[in-house]
């Protein structure tokens, strides 16, 4: 009879839909339904050989599952744990398994449960996850209401139109919004009860107090049976729209100012020589009014008959080939009055369409305007002349500020270097005898103090050097991991003292580059980093790698100063300093620029404004750059 009973119930558990086990003390199935062998990929001979439920499970969780079936195996309740499953061919799903003790006998001898396939809810929860993203980031403003016309949600652009949070939306009513609060509750949700949407153009209130215009399309929200749950909006702002049509207008208004005002004759001519627009100008140039010129046909003896042939050729062949006929020359008129005038004309095709446009100048504006460009001209000759001296003095004195660079640093350098090497002599003295804090904190100053003259005199030198072309870049395989570990690792003391906390977000990357260079770009970059910290706040620095589109990038990313935006271009600037309190040469962005480009890359940085942090973005080429190119000219970015 209980064979019976158990036969019974494990047909029942092969009906069941979802994965049904047994196992022992050892983990080692004793049982699974059929629905598990479906599920994992497995056959009843491998369960049969001694098949583990922990080979069941992904490496990474096997510890916490095998510490999970140890508690019941100890007759603990375990609720559900989740996992990542592997099946028979290595694939892997989410599931929770949710087991219990066997007891017999009045101990426990194995363990039996169910495991729930996460997969569908997983891909149902990324899926509503994404309509969230999708309707949060949308560009146009999305607001649900309910049916009584109070607001449930407001998307990010909602705020960004209206100036409200999302949570300063919820609960209120349409109405408070609108700049006549009636207009909803009499005109919008009427509509929509009745057809099911309303679209039109509404003025609505700012949080500031002014009103601006919107787009509205709004329509009712059903359930899957069709059961009429909300209302959802549509919001577009119309400032930009609004603007952009008065723009046109204004601009409309000043072209017909500008062609009525120019002091310049216009005309359109259509391809069958009548006039379809003049201008006063026109009119008064050629002595006959608007309305003895529009729409009616060229009068040809307005011409004078030396030139009228010429006019009728150019004005066929244009409309042949625009390149075939000349767009200015000159011809003589006979006014309406029956004065002589030489005119200058230009002419031109619109493009698309067989009219053309006409302007006409009297000669003695061309002359006047031919005499005003020679004189200009002169003037302008002198002014270069006196501009070219000039640069050439700039010149002069650039060299002789190189040299004078060059010379210093290199006299800098070995008193410097010196005062490092008798400091290096004092390290081993001090540690020998006891030292009071006054003391020590005086060798850490004078070290500081020694190695901050030597970053400057080394960036003198570097610049002079780049700016000369004497250094020639290298092209050989550089692991950008490795050598950015390397410079962290030589600032470990710098970041270690002042309590930076250092990350490194960095893939495994080979380039053909310049070891050398690219680490005294990045020491530089780092440096910054570290000097630029705020006080009071746990400075923080982050170093990423990343690769796209063939490129190689690096950020160094702190949470220190920040820079306002004007200051970004100029940052680059051969000896720009922010401010005199800091410490520096003022030219070691003006290296990494050189030492980017020179590699064939770029450098820009980023920050959202002072107090906000600062990143500096390198990318480099994956393969070979430019070769045997020198630093670039160290002006401004």
Known sequence: MPEESERHFRDLVDLLPQPVFEHDAKGIFTFVNRCAFDTFGYSAEDVRKGKSCLEMIVLADRERAEANIGKV????????????LLRGDGSTFPGIVHSSPIISEGRVVGSRGIVVDLTGIRHAEERLLLLEKVIEEAPDGIQIIDLEGRIIFSNKAVEGIYGFTPEEFRGRHVD????????????????????GQWEGELEVRHKDGHTFHIWLNTSLVRTAEGKVAAMVGIIKDLTERKRAEEELRRSEELYRTVVENTGTGIAI???DTTFSFVNAEFSKITGFSREELLNRPFPIDMICEADREKVRKYHRRRREDPASAPDSYEIDLI???????NVYIIVSMIPGRKESLVSMMDMTEKVRSERDLRESEKELTRAYGELERQNLELRKLDRMKDTLIRDVSHELKTPVAKHAMQLEILKPMAREHKLSDEERRALVVMEESIKRQESVIRNLLDLSRLEGGVREYRREPVRLDELLRRVLSDYSYATEIHGIEVEVEAETVTIRSDAEMLWHLFSNLVNNAVKFQREGVRGKITVAIFTKDGEAGVEVRDNGIGMAGEEIPKAFSRFYQRSTAREGSGVGLT??????????????????GSGKGTSAIVTLPLTEGPTDRRGADAGGS
Not at 176 to 195: H, K, Q, W, Y
């Open 591 to 608: 290296i990494c620029r050189m030492i980017a480009e020179g590699l064939g890359g770029g450098i820009r940085l980023e920050s959202d």
């Open 269 to 271: 001519v259509e391809e």
């Open 73 to 84: 195996l100890r007759g603990q309740g375990q609720a559900g744990n989740e996992y990542l």
């Open 176 to 195: 408070d919004l609108n700049r006549d609060p009636s207009f909803a509750g009499a005109v919008i949700l009427p509509a929509i009860r009745e057809t």
């Open 335 to 341: 006014a309406g009055d029956g004065q002589r005038r």
